[in-house]
């Protein structure tokens, strides 16, 4: 079976479990589960229902497909993501965007806990992606017959919606929110940074880095969703001063954070 019957195997069984076609389609990445709680749930699907959708295994990524109400607009949720460092391919951590492609979305929200590169930005703090930096070895889109799913050479000079950029950053005026912009690397893990990579990211122009979100960023702008994406910043990446990891700290951290992030997505949704 090609990766086109693939997807629409996927899709029939998606939409004979009784989810329709919505405008908004949400990515959640590590600790940022909190949102699904705001969520009106209609449908929700364990990714191992799905066929073909790969399986998360990654500790606070749920693994589910909700389909619902979020602030008064239909939804389409994958609460959990894939990564490069899972041992999956581009095609499958990119699987979710082709899946809501599919199912009329228009408008993609990524998000990701990342670590500050920029020391200028605090902890539990969120960054607005406005750039980004692929450091992950390769492209969802350098594969066989890539032209079946869309352009194979993909403009990414406006990879992040513009309009919704300027909307999110009145909403963070106008409710006291520090919500910075910066530019986002992508590296592909899990091991985390030593204090001379921390260095290259700042000297390459990085603000803050992770292990996710590029890939995905990417298949929307081939399949023209516009997307916007951002970090919970849940630890401080200092050269000079690192710290062994903490999990439960990061994980309190992008809780933190997560207030903000709903607060800026209700009002976003209710603008857009």
Request: contains cysteine; negative net charge.
């Amino acid at each position: 079976m090609n990766r086109i019957e693939k997807l629409k195997e996927s899709i029939r069984f998606i939409k004979e479990r009784g989810i329709e076609s919505t405008e908004f389609g949400i990515i959640l990445g590590t600790g940022l589960g909190g949102l699904v709680e705001k969520i009106k749930p209609i449908i929700v699907l364990d990714y191992e229902e799905i066929p073909h959708l790969p399986l998360t295994t990654v500790s606070y990524h749920n693994g589910k497909l909700i389909y619902g109400t979020l602030f008064g607009k239909k939804v389409l949720v994958f609460d959990g993501r894939f990564h490069l460092y899972e041992g999956y391919d581009f095609f499958e951590i990119t699987y979710p965007v082709r899946i809501m492609k599919m199912l009329g979305v228009q408008n993609l929200v990524v998000s990701n806990a990342a670590g500050a590169i920029n020391l200028e930005f605090k902890k539990g703090e969120i960054m607005l992606i406005k750039d980004h930096i692929n450091l992950q070895g390769s492209s969802p889109l350098a594969m066989k017959n890539i032209e079946d799913f869309g352009e194979r050479f993909v403009d990414m000079s406006q990879a992040y919606d513009k309009k919704s950029i300027e909307i999110l950053k009145t909403i963070a005026s106008e409710n006291d929110i520090i919500m910075h912009q910066g530019v986002y690397a992508a590296v592909v893990g899990p091991q985390l940074e030593t204090p001379a990579e921390y260095r290259y990211l700042k000297i390459i122009g990085a603000d803050a880095v992770g292990m996710s979100t590029v890939p995905e960023v990417i298949v929307a702008n081939q399949l023209k969703i516009s997307v916007i994406a951002f970090s919970v910043l849940t630890d401080s990446c200092d050269p000079d001063n690192l710290q062994p990891i903490n999990i439960p700290e990061i994980m309190d951290m992008a809780k933190k954070g997560e207030n903000s992030l709903i607060l800026l997505l209700e009002k976003w949704m209710s603008r857009i």
